[in-house]
C-alpha cells in the first residue's frame, strides 16, 4: 500500500519558519517527481512547489518564490519543504503528491497519482 505521510506542520508567527517532510512508501522513489500542493480556508487547493526525481529540477509558485525550498533524499524516501518568511497568507494545508517521472507536468494536479492527508500550517499575524 502506498503512503505519503506529512509531518512538520503547526502553529507560527509572521516571518517564522517551518520544515515540512512527507515520507513516502513508494518504490523504487527515484522514478517518482514530488509535488507541495496547498488548500488554504475557502480556497482551491494550489501549487506550491515541485522536483525532479533526480533532484536537479525544482518549480516555485510566484507567491513562495524566494522564501520555500524543495528537496528531496532519495536515499531516505522523503521529500521536504523548508518554508521561511512565513506569512498569514501561507495558512492552510500542505499535502504532498508524487507523479511518475515519465509523465509529469509539475503544476498539474491530474498528473499526481499518489497524495498525502496533508498537515496544517497556520501563520498568525
Known amino acids: 500500500q502506498v503512503q505519503l505521510v506529512e509531518s512538520g506542520g503547526g502553529l507560527v508567527q509572521t516571518g517564522d519558519s517551518l520544515r515540512l517532510s512527507c515520507a513516502v512508501s513508494?518504490?523504487?522513489?527515484?522514478?517518482?517527481?514530488m509535488g507541495w500542493f496547498r488548500q488554504g480556508p475557502g480556497k482551491e487547493r494550489e501549487f506550491v512547489a515541485a522536483i525532479s526525481s533526480s533532484g536537479t529540477g525544482t518549480l516555485y509558485a510566484d507567491s513562495v518564490k524566494g522564501r520555500f525550498t524543495i528537496s528531496r533524499d532519495n536515499a531516505k524516501n522523503t521529500v521536504y519543504l523548508q518554508m521561511n518568511s512565513l506569512k498569514p497568507e501561507d495558512t492552510a494545508v500542505y499535502c504532498c503528491?508524487?507523479?511518475?517521472?515519465?509523465?509529469?507536468?509539475?503544476?498539474?494536479?491530474?498528473?499526481?497519482?499518489?497524495w498525502g492527508q496533508g498537515t496544517q500550517v497556520t501563520v498568525s499575524s
Open positions: 503528491a508524487a507523479a511518475p517521472a515519465s509523465r509529469w507536468t509539475p503544476k498539474e494536479k491530474s498528473d499526481y497519482i499518489f
Open positions: 513508494i518504490r523504487p522513489f527515484s522514478s517518482w517527481a
